[in-house]
C-alpha cells in the first residue's frame, strides 16, 4: 500500500483510519483500539496525518510526530464541509482526508506538553473560582434567609464570615444551621488555599517567561492574561496581522452577512 495521505478520527477507545495515494486513490479504512494506534503507524512509511483538533488531539499528535508522521490539526468546524453524507466514524475520517490536503485549509500548531501544563493551571484555577463563588452565593442566599445581609466583594466576604463565626458564639443562629454552614465555611477557607497556590505558580510562570512579561506591558493585560495568552499562542507568526489574532481570539463580532447585507453579532469573549 502506497499510503500518502490519513484521516485520523479520534475518540476515547475507538479510532478510525482513511488513508488515500498520492492520487486521492482509497487504500485503506481501518476501525482501531487505542492499544493498536501506535504500533499501526510504526508500520507505515512517513505519511501526512489530519486530525480534528479535539480533546488528546495534541497528545496524538506528538506522539505520531516522533514516529516520523507529518500532523496537521485542524478545527473540527472547518472539517465539518467536507463530510459527504450521514455523520459516522468513517465518514468523518475521510472528510479529515480530504480537508487536510485543501490549500486553503487553517491548521491549529500542536502544543508541547509544556505550553499545555500551563493552561491546566489556568482552567484549574477558573474551576475553583466558580465553585468559590457558589460557595459564596449559598452562604449570602442561606444567611439572607434569617435576615443577616453583608455587602458584595472581598470586605463583604469577610463580613459575611465574621457574621457566621460571631452569630455562632452568641447562639443567634440555630444548631442545624450552623451545622449545614460550617462545612461550606470549611471549603470556602480550602478553595482559598488552593487558589493562592495555584496563582503563585502562575506568577512564577509568567517571571519565567520573556514572552509573558512583554505582554504585561500592554495596558489592558496582567499577570493571568499575559501568562494565558502566552500559552494559547504559540506561533504567533501564524496570524497575518493583529487584527486576525483577535477575530481568532474572539474579539470582533460574530458575523452572519449574505445578499450584501452586513449583520454582525455579540462578541464571543
Same mark, same amino acid.
Given at each position: 500500500?502506497?499510503?500518502?495521505?490519513?484521516?485520523?478520527?479520534?475518540?476515547?477507545?475507538?479510532?478510525?483510519?482513511?488513508?488515500?495515494? +498520492?492520487?486521492? @486513490? #482509497?487504500?485503506? !479504512?481501518? &476501525? =482501531?483500539?487505542?492499544?493498536?494506534?501506535?504500533?499501526?503507524?510504526? $508500520?507505515?512509511?512517513?505519511?501526512?496525518?489530519?486530525?480534528?483538533?479535539?480533546?488528546?488531539?495534541?497528545?496524538?499528535?506528538? +506522539?505520531?510526530? @516522533? #514516529?516520523?508522521? !507529518?500532523? &496537521? =490539526?485542524?478545527?473540527?468546524?472547518?472539517?465539518?464541509?467536507?463530510? $459527504?453524507?450521514?455523520?459516522?466514524?468513517?465518514?468523518?475520517?475521510?472528510?479529515?482526508?480530504?480537508?487536510?490536503?485543501?490549500?486553503?485549509?487553517?491548521?491549529?500548531?500542536?502544543?508541547?506538553?509544556?505550553?499545555?501544563?500551563?493552561?491546566?493551571?489556568?482552567?484549574?484555577?477558573?474551576?475553583?473560582?466558580?465553585?468559590?463563588?457558589?460557595?459564596?452565593?449559598?452562604?449570602?442566599?442561606?444567611?439572607?434567609?434569617?435576615?443577616?445581609?453583608?455587602?458584595?466583594?472581598?470586605?463583604?466576604?469577610?463580613?459575611?464570615?465574621?457574621?457566621?463565626?460571631?452569630?455562632?458564639?452568641?447562639?443567634?443562629?440555630?444548631?442545624?444551621?450552623?451545622?449545614?454552614?460550617?462545612?461550606?465555611?470549611?471549603?470556602?477557607?480550602?478553595?482559598?488555599?488552593?487558589?493562592?497556590?495555584?496563582?503563585?505558580?502562575?506568577?512564577?510562570?509568567?517571571?519565567?517567561?520573556?514572552?509573558?512579561?512583554?505582554?504585561?506591558?500592554?495596558?489592558?493585560?496582567?499577570?493571568?492574561?499575559?501568562?494565558?495568552?502566552?500559552?494559547?499562542?504559540?506561533?504567533?507568526?501564524?496570524?497575518?496581522?493583529?487584527?486576525?489574532?483577535?477575530?481568532?481570539?474572539?474579539?470582533?463580532?460574530?458575523?452572519?452577512?449574505?445578499?450584501?447585507?452586513?449583520?454582525?453579532?455579540?462578541?464571543?469573549?
Amino acid at each position: 500500500m502506497q499510503i500518502s495521505t490519513i484521516g485520523l478520527d479520534l475518540a476515547k477507545n475507538v479510532f478510525q483510519v482513511h488513508g488515500v495515494d +498520492e492520487v486521492g @486513490k #482509497l487504500t485503506i !479504512t481501518r &476501525r =482501531l483500539r487505542r492499544g493498536q494506534l501506535i504500533g499501526f503507524f510504526k $508500520k507505515l512509511p512517513p505519511c501526512l496525518v489530519g486530525m480534528e483538533a479535539c480533546a488528546t488531539a495534541h497528545y496524538w499528535a506528538r +506522539e505520531l510526530v @516522533k #514516529l516520523g508522521h !507529518t500532523v &496537521r =490539526l485542524m478545527p473540527a468546524s472547518y472539517v465539518k464541509a467536507y463530510v $459527504k453524507r450521514s455523520k459516522n466514524d468513517a465518514a468523518d475520517a475521510a472528510g479529515i482526508c480530504e480537508a487536510v490536503t485543501r490549500p486553503s485549509m487553517r491548521f491549529v500548531p500542536v502544543k508541547t506538553a509544556e505550553s499545555q501544563a500551563a493552561l491546566m493551571l489556568h482552567r484549574s484555577r477558573d474551576l475553583l473560582v466558580r465553585q468559590r463563588t457558589q460557595l459564596i452565593n449559598a452562604l449570602r442566599a442561606h444567611l439572607a434567609e434569617v435576615g443577616l445581609v453583608a455587602a458584595t466583594g472581598v470586605d463583604g466576604l469577610k463580613s459575611l464570615l465574621a457574621i457566621i463565626r460571631e452569630a455562632g458564639e452568641t447562639g443567634q443562629l440555630p444548631g442545624p444551621m450552623r451545622q449545614a454552614l460550617q462545612p461550606l465555611v470549611d471549603q470556602l477557607a480550602a478553595l482559598q488555599a488552593q487558589i493562592g497556590q495555584l496563582e503563585r505558580s502562575i506568577h512564577a510562570q509568567h517571571r519565567a517567561s520573556d514572552v509573558s512579561r512583554r505582554l504585561e506591558t500592554i495596558p489592558g493585560i496582567g499577570v493571568i492574561g499575559a501568562t494565558a495568552i502566552a500559552a494559547t499562542v504559540t506561533e504567533p507568526g501564524a496570524f497575518k496581522s493583529g487584527r486576525e489574532l483577535a477575530a481568532w481570539i474572539g474579539l470582533v463580532p460574530r458575523q452572519h452577512s449574505t445578499g450584501g447585507k452586513q449583520t454582525l453579532g455579540s462578541i464571543s469573549k
